[in-house]
């Protein structure tokens, strides 16, 4: 029998980080949060923490009022008609990358982009309408890539959702949301990191740091950092970073020069560009070696500057794939991870620089923009005293 909580017949008023004006402080204010639809789920959030794709569009003209957010962990609060997945009460993961396990992409090991449910920009993904307004005006409020976790409440489609043990860790439960995620799965997945290989590593956020623990989990030999902060390089060595590199000291060379000369004048077998750069990413990709190298480009980029790459180079053998989510199909392979991190495979408390109630997200938005932080845990009010904080 289809489930259907008797709350979900009712809109829910709670309080919602806004984005009103483009790279301005975000406003908490009272939202409207409806009912969920046929497929879809309302979840109470927890905690969720800030990504650098939330800073990219956040500073973007003409998508405001937003709910940004999309790392996070909830409890299924109600679930609308044909929702059998989850019912109320559940722990789930909310995704920004739909599973509908149908499509060709959903049923094919080469594609992690659900073909059936793509993001409608603002809106749910069904029928591009929004669940979220404002309890003053009435005034809708836009959604942000199938997710919105800056709010107490939120609406997502059931291929959006993934469901975790209640046991499980929930700020360990956000990270794997999207940025190790990302990371891990990129070099699993998409590259394929071979034993005894080199990896250079283009920017040591979240991702990037979390694609040197993927690279050293499937046997990388020497793993490259490359990054401005000299700091992360301490954390990237526990995580597997092998040796380091600072573009402002390299001696007048560019960073693939340095880069060829530490793999013996070849370059890296694989090199990850996680910044969102184009200019980095062509760097990137002329780090990499001839006759196999392959360049994973998982920044995400906030203009359309073009990627400078000769085609001589392409002809001799490199190759350049993009990637979101790391190729992560995430109601198979998120499971998985957190079963690594409980059995102590998978390292994720390394990532967690702060914790901070909902009503500081504003000064974790400008730790992670001023480069201080990796990732900012941040508890909805009671979340942490009710026993839901690791």
């Not at 929702?83 to 722990?91: L, N, R, T």
């Not at 499509?103 to 982009?113: A, I």
């Not at 749910?124 to 959604?143: E, K, L, N, V, Y």
């Amino acid at each position: 029998m289809e489930q259907m909580n008797t709350a979900a017949a009712k809109p829910i008023r709670c309080r919602a980080a806004v984005s009103r004006v483009a790279g301005q402080p975000l406003v908490m204010e009272e939202v409207e949060v409806a009912p969920p639809r046929a497929h879809e789920v309302r979840i109470k959030i927890l905690c969720t923490s800030i990504c650098h794709t939330d800073i990219t569009f956040w500073r973007m003209e003409g998508i405001h009022p937003s709910i940004f957010g999309h790392e996070a962990v909830g409890v299924v609060e109600s679930v609308g008609e044909h929702v059998q997945e989850v019912s109320a009460g559940d722990m789930v993961v909310p995704v920004f990358t739909a599973q509908c396990s149908e499509c060709p992409d959903c049923l094919s090991d080469r594609s992690n982009l659900c073909s059936k449910l793509p993001n409608l920009p603002g809106g749910m993904p069904r029928d591009g309408t929004t669940r979220f307004s404002s309890a003053s005006t009435g005034d809708p409020i836009r959604h942000f890539i199938g997710v919105s976790s800056f709010t107490e409440y939120t609406v997502v489609d059931v291929t959006h959702v993934v469901r975790l043990p209640a046991a499980f860790p929930p700020a360990m439960a956000c990270l794997l949301s999207c940025g190790v995620s990302t990371g891990v799965g990129a070099a699993w997945k998409v590259a394929a990191v071979e034993p005894g290989s080199s990896v250079a590593v283009f920017g040591l956020g979240a991702v990037g740091l979390a694609v040197a623990q993927g690279a050293r989990m499937r046997g990388a030999k020497r793993i490259i950092g490359v990054d401005l902060n000299a700091d992360k390089f301490e954390i990237g060595k526990r995580l597997g970073i092998t040796d380091f590199v600072n573009p402002n000291d390299t001696g007048g060379k560019t960073v693939s020069e340095v880069i060829k000369e530490m793999t013996g004048g070849d370059g890296a077998d694989y090199c990850f560009e996680c910044i969102g750069s184009a200019s980095v990413m062509a760097e990137a990709f002329q780090s990499s070696r001839m006759g196999w190298g392959k360049t994973i480009l998982l920044g995400v980029v906030s203009n359309a500057a073009p990627i400078a790459i000769p085609p001589r180079d392409i002809l001799r053998g490199r190759s350049v794939v993009g990637s979101l989510f790391g190729g992560i199909k995430p109601k198979n392979d998120i499971p998985m991870l957190a079963q690594k991190y409980l059995h102590k495979e998978l390292e994720l408390e390394e990532f967690v620089t702060h914790q901070m109630g909902f009503d500081e997200i504003n000064g974790a938005l400008e730790l992670l923009t001023q480069g201080k932080s990796l990732r900012c845990i941040i508890w909805m009010d009671g979340a942490r005293e009710n026993g839901r904080a690791t």
